[in-house]
């Protein structure tokens, strides 16, 4: 949850937490479990497939540049099998590179840089869209009078100082 809280942020800055919230819940009502933020092939950028691509968590800025260790202690590439069935040449010059010394970053060492940040908050692994959701519940709670930026702007343009008319 932890390394969502910028993307969080950037949601109810744009006022979208009402819509990625109910996102979510479609996703979890049709048990796909895939990032509300990723686009379709046909809408892929350059920069990415995500919608959210400067907010990504650590995760996703990982993903395809990483190893993690084995079992042994050796750090091996983490790739995701579409990358292995559409593209096996790259993922074969990756392993030539890691046997000649390329040192990439390292899955659980960046988790425990995250998690240990907020040992309470930042040892809980959750699935992608879950994780967002708790960190978009996280903030709500902790602005202040736990309400939404929408709500907030909502409540400014009633011109009533930031307080619901009687």
Request: aromatic share 10%; glycine share 8%; hydrophobic share 35%.
């Amino acid at each position: 949850m932890l390394e969502v809280l910028p993307l969080a942020r950037e949601i109810y800055r744009r006022g979208m937490e009402q819509e990625i919230m109910g996102l979510i819940e479609q996703r979890r009502a049709e048990n796909n479990d895939t990032c509300v933020f990723l686009l379709p092939q046909e809408h892929a950028r350059a920069n990415g497939a995500c919608s959210f691509y400067n907010w990504r968590p650590l995760m996703c800025r990982l993903f395809g540049f990483a190893t993690r260790r084995n079992k042994r202690g050796d750090p091996e590439l983490c790739s995701c099998k579409i990358i292995k069935k559409t593209d096996p040449a790259s993922i074969k010059r990756a392993h030539m590179a890691l046997r000649q010394g390329l040192t990439l970053p390292i899955y659980q060492d960046a988790f425990f840089t995250v998690a240990s940040l907020d040992p309470a908050r930042g040892y809980r692994r959750f699935p992608i869209n879950l994780a967002i959701k708790e960190a978009l519940e996280y903030l709500y709670w902790a602005s202040p009078g736990g309400e939404t930026y929408s709500n907030a702007r909502a409540k400014r343009s009633l011109g009533t100082g930031g307080q619901w008319p009687s």
